[in-house]
């Protein structure tokens, strides 16, 4: 077997030592997830945004609020977060408001402490799973530096009674080493941008949630008047 099959990629694999195996099948597993969860998260975010752009749309462009209400419950499959929120508002909204011991900003409050707990469910749910990809972007080139010192270490005990080390003996098993390096970075760098990009966006429609849920307050307390 000469030098370039001993290095190449399959092979290295093949020959690593069981603990190098067991961190690469581990690093491989992680990065199919951390993929499946990119697609996953990007889908549902760009669902998202869409769902929010056309109830903001039919809420601002003057409908009436009882139909958007009505619209939200009879129709639970294919609202958005935004609708959820309006919907517990407004329906918290409707129960008090015609009672004669509550005043007015009693009422108002009410509605705006439960969108504020279905904000807080439907955030929740936009930023579930996140965690993962920020744990595989900070903790797999770690996983990949232990898989390629102990192959490092593995590759040098092989060599303790040889009397004149060449290139050949050992340009192996380093390489074999630094695969771990290498397929922990492939993981980790595709979850780092991952991260970064959808905490951005769940925090722009978080801003956009909050937004509504004030101005959505001042409607309501205009009502009361």
């Known amino acids: 077997m000469n030098i370039t099959q001993d290095l190449s990629i399959l092979e290295l694999v093949a020959n690593a030592s069981l603990v ?117 972007g900070s903790v797999s080139p770690y996983v990949g530096l232990l898989g390629t010192v102990w192959g490092i270490m593995h590759a040098f005990r092989g060599l303790a009674n040889v009397s004149s080390a060449t290139l050949a003996q050992v340009a192996p098993g380093i390489a074999e080493a630094l695969v771990a390096t290498a397929i922990g970075l492939f993981a980790a760098i595709p979850a780092v941008v991952a991260y970064n990009r959808y905490a951005h966006d769940v925090d722009r429609i978080s801003v956009r949630f909050e937004s509504f849920m004030e101005e959505f307050s001042n409607i309501l307390q205009r009502q009361l008047r």
Not at 25 to 48: E, P, Q, T
Not at 76 to 103: C, P, V, W
Request: net charge positive; no cysteine.
């Open 20 to 136: 190098v195996k067991l961190i690469l099948a581990l690093l491989a597993f992680v990065s199919f997830m951390s993929w499946y969860w990119i697609f996953r998260k990007w889908f549902a975010l760009r669902d998202a945004r869409a769902r929010t752009d056309r109830f903001e749309r039919d809420f601002w462009s003057g409908g009436d609020l009882n139909s958007l209400y009505q619209s939200a419950v009879n129709d639970r499959h294919s609202t958005g977060a935004l609708e959820r929120i309006f919907e517990a508002g407004y329906r918290e909204f409707n129960k008090l408001r015609g009672q004669k011991t509550m005043d007015p900003a009693t009422v108002v409050d009410a509605a705006r402490r439960a969108m504020r707990a279905t904000y807080q469910r439907e955030t929740d749910h936009l930023e579930s799973h996140l965690s993962f990809l920020a744990s595989v």
